[in-house]
Antibody, heavy 129, light 110 residues
């Protein structure tokens, strides 16, 4: 079955970086995009960004511009999300989720997303001094 | 700070029906399809509805979705204790070039 399995919990100090992995199975990894979403305790779902797995093109929410980096290793069907310059308010559960692939040409990728399915089990990232 | 507004909570007795509204604008709901997700905190969110009104295979027909103009609605009929969760709408925002989620609605079965 289609499945996304994420890496384990992380504890980081303010200013550090964290890299979360998301291993896909049960489908052709390069035929879909991966998006990243987080939820802080007591808060709602917050979208971080997308990655077209085939091209490696990415896009992110303005809030995370310059701090979030999304990559992939197609040889091991794994996507990665790195968040740098961590702050206390980055403490949250981070999820990866599969989405239909954007239409990508040489000058970029276009369109939105009609669905996210499935989701990874989540990775707790705690920023603490 | 979410661009999609939902009621904080709705509740009803078992067997009754609840509806959850999701209000947006011309650049998001007015221009793109809406998804609905069920989320029990600290577990993986679950897609219920995509393309505004289509149920994911395996999702009970007690769940229904609709969209009109810049608003969308999720209906849950025949409410069951297992339906207690947080529900989020989501869609692409063409102006922001970003995916946006609703503020979330907690469903309580009385």
């Amino acid at each position: 079955q289609v499945q996304l399995v994420q890496s384990g919990a992380e504890v980081k100090e303010p200013g550090a970086s964290v890299k979360v992995s998301c291993k896909a199975s049960g489908y052709t990894f390069t035929n879909y995009d991966i998006n990243w979403v987080r939820q802080a305790t007591g808060q709602g779902l917050e979208w971080l960004g997308w990655m077209n797995v085939n091209s490696g093109n990415t896009g992110n929410a303005q809030k995370f511009q310059g701090r979030v980096t999304m990559t992939r290793d197609t040889s091991i069907n794994t996507a990665f999300m790195e968040l740098s310059s961590l702050r206390f308010e980055d403490t949250a559960i981070y999820y990866c989720t599969r989405a239909p692939a954007k239409y990508c040409k040489k000058n970029g990728c276009y369109g939105g997303y009609n669905w996210f399915d499935p989701w990874g089990q989540g990775t707790q990232v705690t920023v603490s001094s | 700070q979410s661009v999609l507004t939902q009621p904080p909570s709705v509740s009803a007795a078992p067997g009754q029906k609840v509806t959850i509204s999701c209000s947006g604008s011309s650049s998001n709901i007015g221009d793109n399809y809406v998804s609905w997700f069920q989320h029990v905190p600290r577990t993986a969110p679950k897609l219920l509805i995509y393309d505004s009104k289509n149920r994911l295979p395996g999702i009970s027909d007690r769940f229904s979705g609709s969209r009109s103009g810049t608003s969308a609605t999720l209906g849950i009929s025949g409410l069951q204790p297992g339906d207690e969760a947080d529900y989020y709408c989501g869609t692409w925002d063409t102006f922001l070039s970003a995916y946006v989620f609703g503020t979330g609605t907690k469903v309580t079965v009385l």
